[in-house]
């Protein structure tokens, strides 16, 4: 296992850069250095980029900018977004991913706003974002790299004072019945309200949800539906919902994903709950996939290795 303290030390004598400001703001509007690709030893390169990026405790000095893809980059300039607020909590707050490029946390505090208007929510409780430089995280997520991913409990908030030790103990709830075909008596007209307000939103590329939560809300909606075509059908995410942000406007490094389909996707939703209630036959030739191998700093863009040792 690589140790923390040999990595801080390594990248301080990579990048001879000094302490690291305290002033995000100024990474904010453009006043900090844009990320560049550092040189680093072969040895360096092939380490594992979940161990480089896992350890580091802050944020890149550097102008914010979300570089490569969303499962295969890294984060420069990454802001906090604050523990608590008027309309959120960020939860499991020891795993220190409440980190996120500007854009994203002005988004989830925007729909924040919008969710403490609906019945019974006081606002919303964020999950994972990103780490603090982003990059491929020690467990869990193989997206959440570049700063552009969110995911936001299911469970509606009733008090915004949440304890770190609490934060760290509630758990959200499930949304799903027999398997994900269905949603379950939690589901309410808020969380379609909510999940509605978040992908009308012009700066989201796509929103993951489980198959019969897609299902009900192609169901129910009676009016516009073009904000459906966003909501994606996925594994799990009965817990939470997953959002996924645009590249921003002149983010030349970072790569979008292709977008959905035309069309508002509710009949391949509808594939998706009638292969869980009833599977189709394996298919005999199937051959499963080889584990792919895992992401070192070599395999990152080259201008993550800059942010690696920016301070």
């Known amino acids: 296992m690589i140790r923390t303290i040999p990595i801080l030390a390594l990248a301080l004598a990579l990048a001879a850069c000094g302490g690291r400001s305290e002033n995000l703001n100024a990474a904010r509007s453009g006043g900090a ?29 550097q ?9 295969k980059g890294c984060a420069a300039g990454n802001v906090q977004l604050p523990e608590t607020g008027p309309t959120w909590q960020a939860m499991r707050l020891s795993r220190n991913r409440n980190w996120a490029q500007p854009i994203t946390v002005d ?22 974002l990103s780490q603090p430089k982003g990059g491929p995280m020690l467990t869990g997520h193989a997206s959440h790299q570049s700063g552009l991913d969110a995911d936001i409990w299911m469970l509606p908030p009733k008090r915004l004072d949440l304890t770190r030790a ?15 075909a269905f949603t379950n008596s939690g589901w309410t007209r808020a969380h379609h309200e909510i999940m509605k307000r978040a992908a009308s939103d012009p700066r989201v590329a796509r929103i993951f949800v489980f198959p019969g939560a897609k299902v009900k809300m192609c169901n129910d909606e009676t009016g516009d539906r073009s904000w459906l075509r966003k909501i994606r059908p996925w594994y799990g995410h009965h817990y939470h919902f997953h959002v996924r942000l645009n590249c921003p406007d002149g983010a030349t490094n970072c790569r979008d994903q292709d977008p959905p389909p035309a069309g508002d996707g ?40 800059g942010v690696l040792t920016a301070r």
């Open 33 to 61: 250095p844009r990320a560049e690709a550092t040189p680093v030893s072969a040895v360096v390169s092939s380490k594992s980029a979940k161990q480089l990026f896992g350890h580091e405790p802050g944020p890149s000095n």
């Open 63 to 71: 102008r914010p900018e979300p570089i490569g893809f969303y499962s």
């Open 107 to 128: 988004y989830l505090q925007d729909l924040s706003r919008f969710a403490a208007q609906q019945p019974g929510w006081a606002g919303l409780y964020i999950g994972d």
């Open 166 to 180: 609490e934060r760290e103990s509630i758990s959200s709830i499930s949304m799903r019945r027999q398997k994900g």
């Open 266 to 305: 509710c009949a391949d939703a509808q594939d998706w709950v009638n292969n869980i209630l009833n599977p189709p036959p394996p298919d005999p030739d199937y051959t499963p996939p080889k584990p792919k191998p895992e992401l070192t700093l070599a395999d990152l863009p080259a201008q993550c290795s």
